[in-house]
T-cell receptor
Framework: NAGVTQTPKFRVLKTGQSMTLLCAQD?????MYWYRQDPGMGLRLIHY???????AKGEVPDGYNVSRLKKQNFLLGLESAAPSQTSVYFC???????????FGPGTRLTVL | AQTVTQSQPEMSVQEAETVTLSCTYD???????LFWYKQPPSRQMILVIR??????QNATENRFSVNFQKAAKSFSLKISDSQLGDAAMYFC?????????????FGKGTRLHILP
């Protein structure tokens, strides 16, 4: 039981490049989330999903897209990376019957 | 909109002593959930303790306890017998009831140093 995993752990992009961050969970959780963490800002919600095939916008969704084609996976895409997207990205998931979110180890993304 | 405020960016405590981290929040809702998360240098976010607003009894998890003052909208975390492994960033978080809004709102964090 690996919990919540994120791929990759580190990535450096140039402005304008695209990439996809993968989040996978093996706990059969319905809900999945993408957050970004910036110094002095805490965590801010980018997008979330309440089930396979559904997504919703969070607090800071601009510049990101997401997909949840399979229940266990939640993908975060950056179509044209900008330096303002330099951050640490966290994925989280939770079971429908609880309010506790379980977090992945994070992905450090740098956009030059 | 709900907000969560942690007024102490950094704190230090001597090993084996007790420390209290402050958190206040603003909401117009009567039912909600509050959390404290720990983020050690490994960056993994770990749930420390949770409190349901409709419960008057303060939550406790081993050395960790909270002082939940609903009227004052205060939710402080007390760590007793501090250990070196408690050194981390601590985040206070607020969540609306599950049936309405799925967003969880985090404070900006308090970095806790444990002095040997």
């Amino acid at each position: 039981n690996a919990g919540v995993t994120q791929t990759p752990k580190f990535r450096v992009l140039k402005t304008g490049q695209s990439m996809t961050l993968l989040c996978a969970q093996d706990m059969n959780h319905e809900y999945m989330y993408w957050y970004r963490q910036d110094p002095g800002m805490g965590l801010r919600l980018i997008h979330y999903s309440v089930g396979e095939g559904t997504t919703a916008k969070g607090e800071v969704p601009d510049g990101y897209n997401v997909s949840r084609l399979k229940k266990q996976n939640f993908l975060l895409g950056l179509e044209s990376a900008a330096p303002s997207q330099t951050s640490v990205y966290f994925c989280a998931s939770r079971w429908l019957g609880t309010d506790t979110q379980y977090f992945g180890p994070g992905t450090r993304l740098t956009v030059l | 909109a709900q907000t969560v405020t942690q007024s102490q960016p950094e704190m230090s405590v001597q090993e084996a002593e007790t420390v209290t981290l402050s958190c206040t929040y603003d909401t117009s809702e009567s039912d909600y959930y509050l959390f404290w998360y720990k983020q050690p240098p490994s960056r993994q976010m770990i749930l420390v303790i949770r409190q349901e607003a409709y419960k008057q009894q303060n939550a406790t998890e081993n050395r960790f306890s909270v002082n939940f003052q609903k009227a004052a909208k205060s939710f402080s975390l007390k760590i007793s017998d501090s250990q070196l492994g408690d050194a981390a960033m601590y985040f206070c978080a607020y969540r609306s009831p599950m049936n309405r809004d799925d967003k969880i709102i985090f404070g900006k964090g308090t970095r806790l140093h444990i002095l040997p």
